[in-house]
């Protein structure tokens, strides 16, 4: 019994070693193999097959790490199908994998440069036209929809329209209240395509407003406690003329009432033209 008991680990010992020997020389062997399947495969154009083979190869090469050549042309090769196939965050992905690798070139850093200035300018595109959450969805796939700093394009972009957005609503409620020249001035604050189209119909009802002002209504234009000391028919008719020759309603107030001699005076909401 004794002499069982201390044969037992070494046929234990011996089998354990012949196994790890085994997966070893298999490793090995597939190691040796990987290049020239890796080599196959991008001659033929199996693009999946190769970088399936190049990540087995780095995962197992035990010569320092080397690549193959057929890893970058492989990678490059993905890269530039996924983008056409409009997969713009894995063919972002891989770009930067080939940046970062030994067999990335200035070339493939110039192309990662230019996709991301491409999708940069598509998110743009749909942000005028009033497309913030497709914008932001598109700055997303390479990281620029948020950044805890506020520092994103995407943060950028969100803060404008939110401004835009409220400054529609205040034009509403006030033209709502008839308080026709701080609804202007609301207005005038507006600068996105979109939100100036959408508030299209308050900007002529304001112009309507104004213009049928008259008298100390045109003067006070409930701004209470800021009202106009210039000659209120010479500041519209002057404000009604560079409306006339194309200038925005705001910057034709601000065009006359310099022109009266008179300064804009602005106390929160409220504004008018004074001497």
């Not at 940046?99 to 005028?128: F, H, I, P």
Request: charged letters at 25%.
């Amino acid at each position: 019994m004794a002499l069982r008991r201390h044969r037992l680990p070494r046929f234990w010992l011996g089998l354990t070693l012949g196994l790890v020997a085994t997966v070893v020389a298999g490793a090995y062997w597939w190691e040796r193999q990987l290049p020239r399947r890796l080599e196959e495969a991008s001659a033929r154009g199996d693009l999946d097959a190769c970088l399936r083979y190049s990540g087995q190869l780095g995962a197992l090469s035990w010569l320092g790490g080397r690549i193959p050549q057929e890893q970058g042309n492989c990678r490059r090769r993905k890269a530039q199908q996924l983008w056409h196939q409009q997969r713009w965050r894995e063919a972002l992905q891989l770009q930067l994998q080939l940046v970062n690798s030994s067999t990335g070139s200035e070339t493939d850093r110039q192309q990662l440069l230019t996709w991301q200035q491409q999708l940069q300018q598509q998110a743009l595109a749909l942000y005028q036209e009033g497309g913030l959450e497709q914008a932001l969805a598109l700055l997303a796939v390479m990281g620029e929809d948020r950044r805890a700093d506020g520092s994103a394009l995407g943060d950028r972009l969100r803060e404008a329209w939110n401004r835009n957005r409220l400054q529609a609503e205040r034009a509403d409620r006030l033209a709502a209240e008839q308080r026709w020249w701080e609804a202007l001035d609301a207005l005038t604050r507006i600068d996105h395509p979109f939100w100036k189209q959408r508030t299209q119909a308050t900007r002529e009802r304001v112009r309507a407003g104004i213009s049928s002002l008259e008298g100390r209504e045109r003067e006070h234009d409930s701004h209470g406690s800021l009202p106009h000391t210039v000659e209120a028919d010479r500041l519209d008719a002057l404000v009604q003329q560079r409306i006339a020759a194309g200038m925005d309603e705001w910057s034709a107030f601000q065009s006359a009432c310099r022109e009266l001699g008179g300064r804009v005076v602005e106390a929160g909401p409220e504004s008018a033209c004074q001497r």
